[in-house]
């Protein structure tokens, strides 16, 4: 086929290494490490613990760290990206094997947490992967900011401040809080 493209498929080496490793995705038929900084992972266990705190109580949600990668991209099959936090009901996670090592159907809530360090190209390309094949709600975390921009599949975008209340919308309707929780004071 003249202008079709190939993907390179991920050796058994280049799986483990995604498997094992948070912040190792594979796209575009390579290996990729996400940016981290101390205050990003700081406010990534900040909204895990808040969305815990409900997902627990609602017993219908399951909350993922940075370790889950989804493999559920309809453009490469290959392609394994993890959010750095994310949420999946739990309904729709009967019947997958819970051995597997990647999840196979998109989250429900796909959580980034801004690094000084992240490349807006990258971010962007990362929102539109998402939004391209159909993750309903994307929340984008700025620590520098103590902002939240929120991505809707239905194209509808926002931004809320500190002073703004944040919700889990459909994937963990009894979750909220001010935005501002998610940005603890450093410890001094």
């Known amino acids: 086929m003249l202008g079709a493209q190939r993907v390179a498929q991920p050796s ?38 808040l969305l815990m705190d409900v997902a627990a109580q609602a017993k219908s ?18 392609k394994v990206r993890k959010p750095d936090v994310s949420i999946v009901r739990s309904v729709r996670l ?8 990647f999840i196979r159907v998109r989250p429900d809530l ?9 490349l807006a190209a990258e971010l962007q390309d990362r929102i539109q992967d998402y939004l391209t094949n159909g993750f309903p709600l994307i929340w984008v975390v700025y620590p520098s900011l103590k902002t939240v921009t929120i991505f809707r599949l239905d ?7 500190e002073k703004d209340e944040i919700t889990g919308e459909s994937a963990l309707p009894n979750f909220r809080c001010k935005v501002a929780q998610f940005f603890p004071e450093p410890a001094k």
């Open 94 to 101: 009967h019947g997958h094997n819970e051995n597997e090592s």
């Open 155 to 161: 194209g509808m975008v926002a931004t809320l401040h």
């Open 110 to 118: 796909a959580i980034e947490i801004v690094s000084r360090s992240d």
């Open 12 to 49: 058994a080496r280049d799986l483990a290494r995604v498997r094992d490793e948070a912040g190792v995705e594979f796209l575009n038929g390579q290996i990729h490490e996400k940016p981290v900084s101390i205050r990003s992972k700081i406010v990534e266990t900040q909204i895990v613990c």
């Open 61 to 78: 949600t399951q909350v993922f760290t940075a370790s889950m990668g989804y493999r559920c991209f309809i453009d490469d099959p290959s």
